[in-house]
């Protein structure tokens, strides 16, 4: 069974960091990734990174203050959330592709105060 467990989400103030964790029970995915989705809001795509670890994109909201990685021992993926701001508010859900299917987490919440 294919299952993604995020962590990592809490309180923080505008220009904090937060680092979030998503441990995968799966073996082969091809790509892995990070969206978000806020009250009233679509989820959005945050970033995204194909199997052996290299960044393929992020979102432009992001771009320079996020950074995705990957562990591959712990096979665990990462998102390091820098200089945040209260628009990055949202849950955040780990994403990744197996086999042309896709497999989400629970999502984790994030919250950052002005």
């Known amino acids: 069974q294919v299952q993604l467990v995020e962590s990592g989400g809490g309180l923080v103030q505008a220009g904090g960091s937060l680092r979030l964790s998503c441990a995968a029970s799966g073996r082969g995915f091809s790509i892995y990734g990070w969206f978000r989705q806020a009250p009233g809001k679509e989820r959005e795509f945050v970033a995204t990174?194909?199997?052996?670890?290299?960044?393929?994109d992020y979102a432009d909201s992001v771009k320079g203050r996020f950074t995705i990685s990957r562990d591959s021992a712990k096979n665990t993926v990462y998102l390091q959330m820098n200089s945040l701001k209260p628009e990055d508010s949202a849950v955040y859900y780990c994403?990744?592709?197996?086999?042309?299917?896709?497999?989400w987490g629970q999502g984790t919440q994030v919250t950052v105060s002005s």
């Open positions: 994403n990744a592709r197996l086999r042309a299917r896709d497999y």
């Open positions: 990174m194909n199997w052996s670890g290299g960044t393929i």
